[in-house]
């Protein structure tokens, strides 16, 4: 009796494993900080208070202000005193008041804090 022929071995697939690259992650937006000193914004100076001015005080006042998306000030802060209170209040009322170009992270705006400078100082 004839033996059938033995079946030719089959070659095994070699299946890879996919591996999936992953995702692209985006960018993250670039941040950028709210402006006070756009030239269009057209925001007053402080008052400089009489006692001061009468008392020849200058001084230099550092505020923090949280800006909202729409530009408006909604906190401030007394990041560095002049070492003279009315100064100090003059800068913080002002500051409260003003109107800001808003952070922005990519092309939406968003709510972030900026540190604004006041210096008081006498003219002759």
Known sequence: MEQAPEPAPVAAAQV?????APARAEPAPVVE???FNAA?????PPAYPLAARRRGIEGRVLVRAEIQADGSCSRVELKKT???????QAALEAVRKWHFVPAKKGA???TAWVEVPITFKLEN
């Open 33 to 35: 900080a709210p402006r």
């Open 108 to 110: 939406q705006a968003v």
């Open 82 to 88: 002049s070492g003279f209170d009315p100064l100090d």
């Open 40 to 44: 269009y914004l057209n925001n007053p």
């Open 16 to 20: 890879a494993p996919v591996i999936e």
